[in-house]
């Protein structure tokens, strides 16, 4: 049976279920907090006496729950809020029931990290996904105190970093341009500030991040091998409130209110570094004169139009901007916005549409008469995606939509000033359509075993105008000259690929709280950076899928494992995986790709593959939470023309990786965090010797990539908070005190071959005379011991 | 470029220390032999040096090869030119009456313990030098004041422009990894016309040689991939590093070889600065 049937087969199985019931069979509703009318996520809803049975509220407060018979007593219960039960008679599941819960006195017992059930992990159908709440990334302790979003989900099993000071994520064996990060549906093409020190994202503005590492919905798609899925943060509809922080090397503030009335709601929320403000204390004119900020400003607007509509536009700028003597200056930008519009058609099916553009560009200029340029670019996504949910039975609920997206990269154009003979350059821009269609199927088939299963299909062109060089032997080479090139118009299709992208999951619950999870996940990525450096660099080349550049195919296969234990205060998981990557692309020796309008002389294309096992123990309540994570795991990339055509590690291969976090509440005023990290070092190639060629010292190398390794990682971070407990009063302020790299440990950011001269490192024969040069390395570690402090407060 | 942010970045803002260490390398099994050839129109320029590779942390003098068998032959007329060794100048040389001549093909041999090591190269016509002026320029960014020296000249071909410039400050050869002057007609060679700028900010006095060389694309790949991997500070945004790719193969044996075979023509001024 070939692998579609067996899909249509199962397709078939999965919705044969008994007769859909023609009347009314779910209770739907939406749930408050009574205080502040903010909606509540993960409520536990529940008949009377049907505990296991239950569900949660989505991300709009939203339920649906099969009705029982009826009248009958349903239970809403949170963490933190007083119990609701009301009694619900036939007529009551003709429309929306709303429910306002009223928040408990703060109690020191429970302290919860987690907007979500308790039972969650082991009931649901999801594998390879954690959710990191707000609070708990808000109380890890931060470099430099700036609580960053990609940084903390690298203390997730699963996700690596390539190195200290970077926010790049490489997830299960995955490069970091195969992660989609989204920010209300909306992706975002370069997530980092300062070189990747920093990830866009002001944690003020964002509701929650929820990281798919592989295994995403059929709802989702476009990249290899994760999604960030981040969600800002909608505004309270009672007042006009604040907060904000004062940290070490930037503040932040952020202000939410009623927009027209209760109905709507507005939260703005802005953030930007002042290290350019200490620059300008400097005695140093050279210094002085520098620029080195960067901010970020993110809005939501969110407007209830009745009971049934829902409609939320939001939007993210942000940007960096590095300058030298007002004369050079690098600057890049992202700017993302979205649209989304959610509809209750009736108790039983809904519908979202979803429109956005995000773009992203740079710009590096050298304000000089004679040797001065202005070098731009830029890139965009425009997509619109709608989506409609049907709960077909009270255990079957189809979803399917469609979803478009257009690319448009536009010339990488080098300008040189008028009086600079240097040629203008300019690349050819180029254009994308993908197209995709998809359909989801989540089934309970008994009480123990519930399955999902989704197909989405994509539909790929790259469209004109624009020209394709034709080479010798088919065979793009930069030892030989293009024989032809044929020229596109404006919209003609140059290249088509198309995938159907299945995604398929299984969960058995061996016990109540305890579960088996198996799934199988196919993406296709129809856009990559051509870059073989570890962190991504501002001016990265985006390339689109093409000719000669083919889309990358990942396959994932996964099983976990899930138990809860001691009434869902602790969790603990294991997850097995092996992916598989085909059409991975990587730079031939010396490529030059940024100017250049055949780029695929300088790729190098071929298969990776990567396998590991994660655990995960984490405890939720009580005054001590966090987790203990471990991950095995291995990636490997096999490309013609690098390490002789043999397997080779990429850098972030790091077979052993451990992450603990632990978060104590001392007292309503006193709190902590430690963190500590350990991994096997990256993944490099040291010389195995040295010659002279050219009258230079130069290190050979062996024709094997990356068989040494840098020495294990290790870090421990704490932090401290204190807050003024008087809950009363309107200003709420806190401090917190972190420590970074605690016990200073010297990780090393790199090692350079270099030749030292009169035995001082920094030694160059520029300096004066040479007395004597010998081979040496030299390390470069980057923090060690670093404090900070932040005041943080709330009006 | 990118370098200048990095390091001007992480040295303004954070903590970056450095320190030396000793790691434990591995060694290769057998040392692989390392050919550098110059074959030009200028007879003081053409040698042959021939040197093996060694362990990363030894500091003694490069291990030279002596014996082995060198001649270069002229593909057009099959004519074998030998090379001997010279223990004065520590390479190969042949007879100074012998020189490349433009439009002919040259083929390097070496033969050293039964291992063949071939090269090919196309000796190319040079562009035109009008003249070579300085002046004194106040400090600019990127640059000192000090008195800056521009070449003007012609490039009239439509291929094969691939140029480097070697600079020689009273008898010093410019030779650090920011010192590699190689350019191609990617910007346009307009600039040669309009005055190509060097970087360095000369003093009054100094003597200048600047030399010109038109080389083949492989050659031209070989000396960016070492520029390449000379930069290469081993960090997360350097590449993996990987030796630069040799215009020499090995057509007998199972060595590897390093190195390069350059063959152009050589353009070369001296001046003094003076003031004027």
Known sequence: MSFHRLLLFLLLFLIASPAFPQEKLVLRGQVMDAGNLQVLVGVNVYWEGKEQQGTATDLDGYFYIPATTLPAKIILSYLGYEKSIRIIQ????????????????????????????????????????????????????????????????????????????????????????????????????????????????????????????????????????????????????????????????????????????????????????????????????????????????????????????????????GSDILGLSGQFGLGWKNWVSAVNWNRVNSDSSFFDLQAYHSRYSYQVKFDNDENGFDWTNSLSESGIKASWTRVLAPSTTLVWGAHGQLYHFAPSDLKPSPNNPINRRQTQGVQGVLGNAFVGLTREFTEKLSGELGLRQGVYAQLGAGKVYQYPGNDPNPDQEPSDSVFYNSADVMQRYQGLEPRIAFRYLLRPEFSLKLAYNRNFQYVQIASNSSAGLPIDRWVLAGQYIRPIKSDQISLGVFHNFDQNRWELSVEGYYKDLDQVIDLRNGARILLSDQVETELLSGRGWAYGAEFLLRKNKGKTTGWLAYTWSRA??????????????????????????????????????????????????????????????????????????????????????????????????????????????????????????????????????IVSARPGVVMTYLFTFLPSITYNFQF | MKKIWIFLLLSLLFSSCQEEVVLDLDQKDSRVPVIEAHWTDQSVYNEVKISLSKNYYDSLDQELIRDADVFIKEQSTGRKIAFRYLEATRSYRTNPTERARVGETYQLNVTWKGQVFQSEGLMLEPPIVDSVVWNYEEKRLFRDEGYFVKVYGKIPFTENNYYRIRVIENDTLYNQPEDYLLFDDTFGLQVFEKGLELGYAFQENDRIRLELYRINKDVFDYLSQLVNLLFNDGGLFSPPPQNPKSNIKVVKGNSQVLGFFVVSPVLSRTLVISSK
């Open chain 1, 90 to 317: 036939v007529r009551d599941l003709e429309k929306v029931q709303r429910f306002y819960l009223k928040a408990e006195d703060f109690s020191l017992e429970e302290v919860l990290i987690q907007e979500k059930r308790g039972d969650e992990q082991v009931k649901n159908l999801e594998l390879g996904k954690s959710t990191l709440s707000m609070e708990t990334l808000q109380s890890l302790p931060a470099l430099f105190g700036e609580v960053d979003l990609l940084r903390s989900l690298q203390l997730l099993p699963g996700v690596k970093s390539a190195g200290e000071g970077t926010t790049g994520l490489f997830v299960r064996g995955g490069s970091a341009d195969q992660n989609l990060v989204q920010v209300d549906g909306a992706p975002v093409y370069n997530a980092s500030h300062f070189f990747g020190i920093f990830s866009v994202f002001n944690p003020d503005g964002i509701k929650k991040v929820d990281l798919y590492k592989g295994n995403m919905p059929a709802s989702f798609g476009g990249r290899a091998s994760s999604l960030i899925d981040v969600t800002l943060r909608e505004g309270e509809k009672d007042r006009i409130q604040g907060e904000g922080g004062i940290g070490t090397i930037s503040s932040r503030l952020t202000l939410q209110g009623p927009l027209l009335g209760k109905n709507s709601s507005f939260l703005i929320s802005g953030r930007r570094t002042y290290a350019d403000l200490f620059l300008k204390l400097s005695s140093n004119p050279d210094l002085k004169n520098n620029q080195l900020n960067f901010y970020d400003l993110n809005g939501k607007a969110a407007f209830s139009l009745n009971e049934k509509d829902k409609l939320s536009v939001s939007s993210y700028q």
């Open chain 1, 636 to 769: 490997w990339r096999q490309i013609d023309g690098i390490s002789k055509d043999r397997p080779y590690n990429p850098r972030f291969d790091r077979p052993h990786d451990v992450s603990l976090v632990l978060n104590h509440q001392f007292s309503p005023a006193w709190s902590s965090s430690l963190t500590f990290v350990y991994s096997t070092g990256q993944a490099v190639s040291f010389p195995v010797g040295s010659y002279l060629v050219d009258n230079q010292p130069v290190p050979l190398y062996s024709d094997y990539r990356n068989e040494n390794r840098f020495p294990d990682y290790h870090r421990l971070d704490a932090s401290v908070t204190w807050k003024n407990p008087d809950q009363g009063r309107k200003w709420k302020g806190s401090w917190n005190f972190g420590v970074y790299n605690l016990y200073g440990r010297k990780n090393p950011f790199s090692y350079d071959f270099r030749t030292v001269y009169n035995n001082q490192i920094n030694y160059s024969p520029s300096d004066g005379k």
